[in-house]
């Protein structure tokens, strides 16, 4: 049960969201999700066009990360794929994916963001990953 | 023509947007013929009558090299899109719900799937080919061409469904993720959203919102029954 205030301020924020949106012309998504950090939201704003909103990818163009055997493997990189993107063939799950990610600069995510959407990533879909990634790892993440 | 293209397509999806939220939980429609829309002329003579344009003339080639033209479309029931494949925005969501339609219909040969690029400099036939085979939808009636892009770009506008080379924004091209529905005749058809009153339909099916793919998805159906009917 939601208490009374905390709905008054979810239903103002939700408003003013509405209004702002309507005046500037956005699309419905991009507005209701702009404010929430959530790992989850995050994930559906950056990355779920291509990895889709089940995580599944799509065929063999897109690499799926749920059950991905790639992200438990490669658990300190995960940080440097966000922010570099990737090119270049990679095999998961035994498939071969050969596409182009975009790197998603600190300008979008901030480094606490890249935590919270691999953390998501890492608990979703059945994936049950140890321990969370935090943001200092992300931000003393050696990348190439 | 692009002038008056562009307010036309915006109302629509604003039209359809308004719809959308306005009705949420009624059934569509579906006892009616699908709308004839998009671009047309007034003629006088012999009676006044709308002549609704048809798709222009073009020469592409598809993912496995072969030429592909107005003839590929004769006497068939059209679903064609605009992407491109390097595309990192909505492109992927379109092909995931075009697959759900895809599937209904692939072995459908009164059917035809068009993908069609708006890069073709980077999107070659082996790139459409590579394409079309990680999706799944190789040799089938999903035809992936490229060709020259003002060809590209005029079919687009007969379809309805806005492109633009944008360097340095997402991915270096704008393009709406709609699909658009054509009949046999080459005449762009297209349903209400579900429970407006509305004269003004979507100009097109959203092919990045689930629901407006299960409104192509019946419509394609409704559309086969018209064009197609059952022998007495």
């Known amino acids: ?144 | 023509m692009s002038s008056s293209f562009r307010p036309t397509v915006l109302a629509g999806i604003g039209a359809a947007l308004l719809a959308a939220l306005a009705a949420c939980d009624r059934p569509p429609n579906t006892s009616s013929r699908l709308l004839t829309i998009g671009h047309y002329d007034v003629i006088a003579d012999p009676a006044p009558d709308t002549v609704w344009a048809t798709v222009p003339p073009f020469r592409l080639t598809d993912q496995l090299g072969r030429p592909f033209t107005n003839a590929a479309l004769k006497g068939k029931i059209v679903v064609a899109d605009f992407f491109f494949a390097s595309c990192p925005t909505i492109c992927p969501v379109v092909k995931k719900e075009e697959l759900r339609l895809w599937k209904k219909y692939r072995n459908d040969p009164r059917v035809v799937f068009v993908s069609h690029t708006i890069d073709p400099r980077h999107d070659s036939v082996a790139v459409l080919r590579d394409y079309a085979e990680r999706l799944g939808v190789a040799n089938s009636n999903w035809y992936f061409v490229t060709g020259i892009k003002d060809s590209i770009y005029a079919l687009a506008q007969h379809y309805l469904v806005a492109v633009e080379e944008t360097p340095g924004f997402g991915g270096g091209f704008t393009h709406s993720g709609a699909v658009a529905l054509v009949d046999t005749r080459g005449h762009l058809r297209a349903s209400l959203s579900a429970g407006t009153d509305s004269i003004a339909p979507a100009p097109v099916y959203d092919g990045t919102r689930a629901t407006d793919v299960d409104r192509l998805i019946v419509d394609v159906g409704r559309l086969l029954n018209e064009q197609f009917p059952a022998k007495k």
């Not at chain 1, 779920?48 to 992200?71: F, I, T, V």
């Not at chain 1, 095999?91 to 071969?96: A, E, F, I, L, Y």
Request: aromatic fraction near 4%; glycine fraction near 12%.
């Open chain 1, 1 to 144: 049960m939601i208490c009374p205030q905390r709905f008054q301020l979810m239903m103002g924020a939700l408003l003013r969201g509405t209004l702002l949106c309507s005046a500037l012309g956005l699309s419905l998504s991009g507005c209701f999700t702009s404010h929430e950090r959530g790992g989850q939201a995050l994930y559906e704003q950056h990355c779920a066009n291509c990895h889709g909103l089940d995580g599944k990818g799509l065929g063999r163009l897109m690499p799926p990360l749920a059950g991905a055997d790639y992200l438990a493997a490669n658990r300190a990189a995960l940080p440097c794929i966000v922010r570099q993107g990737l090119r270049g063939p990679i095999s998961v799950n035994g498939q071969r994916y050969d596409g182009l990610m975009p790197a998603i600069g600190p300008e979008t995510l901030s480094d606490a963001d890249v935590a919270n959407v691999l953390n998501y990533i890492r608990q979703s879909w059945g994936n049950r990953a140890d321990g969370l990634i935090t943001p200092q790892e992300v931000s003393e993440a050696r990348c190439q």
